[in-house]
T-cell receptor, first 112, second 111 residues
Framework: GEDVEQSLFLSVREGDSSVINCTYTDSSSTYLYWYKQEPGAGLQLLTYIFSNMDMKQDQRLTVLLNKKDKHLSLRIADTQTGDSAIYFCAEVPSQAGTALIFGKGTTLSVSS | DAGITQSPRYKITETGRQVTLMCHQTWSHSYMFWYRQDLGHGLRLIYYSAAADITDKGEVPDGYVVSRSKTENFPLTLESATRSQTSVYFC??????????FGEGSRLTVL
């Protein structure tokens, strides 16, 4: 079947903005999620967006949703070295019950 | 302490042996999940459970067995481990769709 697609790597300088992109599979997904994984740890929910929204802002995080293209993005403003992590987008496709399906993850590297 | 715990955190075993990874959550969440994380594949769902005694296959269930006799426990068993099952395994729980709470992972090496 189709996969949730993400670019694998992103490298930015401290203070710049980071934009992580994701293409999901199911246009009927009600919620779309961004999770963060720090080295050696499990994933933690970062933010989410309801499918009837185009944008959601939460402090330094901005999520944009384009339902027509099934495209989701996460923008991190004023990126800090502590933002270095793997970022996963995720959806709940209608055929997967309640289970989240994750993309492969984008490794964000922030240099000072 | 409340939370979700996995054991063992690290395990080395040999091909053909049976291995059980344990997962315990203290929130009484209805849903529990097992994912494996591999380089180049991200997280892939192995099995999930909506409640005690209810389990369902995910994307990559072959070679794995799960059970959920109690709400708080969701063990994952590799009946006859293979090298391709070398991975980091994450257990997660949730009360509703979307916000999953993950354990710290169990790193399994099959020689």
């Amino acid at each position: 079947g189709e996969d949730v697609e993400q670019s694998l790597f992103l490298s930015v300088r401290e203070g710049d903005s980071s934009v992580i992109n994701c293409t999901y599979t199911d246009s009927s997904s009600t919620y779309l999620y961004w999770y963060k994984q720090e080295p050696g740890a499990g994933l933690q929910l970062l933010t989410y967006i309801f499918s009837n929204m185009d944008m959601k802002q939460d402090q330094r995080l901005t999520v944009l949703l384009n339902k027509k293209d099934k495209h989701l993005s996460l923008r991190i403003a004023d990126t800090q070295t502590g933002d270095s992590a793997i970022y996963f987008c995720a959806e709940v496709p209608s055929q997967a019950g309640t289970a989240l399906i994750f993309g492969k993850g984008t490794t964000l590297s922030v240099s000072s | 302490d409340a939370g979700i715990t996995q054991s063992p955190r690290y395990k080395i075993t040999e091909t053909g042996r049976q291995v059980t990874l344990m997962c315990h959550q203290t929130w009484s969440h209805s849903y529990m999940f097992w994912y494996r994380q591999d380089l180049g594949h991200g997280l892939r769902l192995i099995y999930y459970s909506a409640a005690a005694d209810i389990t369902d296959k995910g994307e990559v269930p072959d070679g794995y067995v799960v059970s959920r006799s109690k709400t708080e426990n969701f063990p994952l068993t590799l009946e006859s481990a293979t090298r391709s099952q070398t991975s980091v395994y994450f257990c997660a729980s949730s009360e509703s769709t979307g916000e999953l709470f993950f354990g710290e992972g169990s790193r399994l090496t099959v020689l």
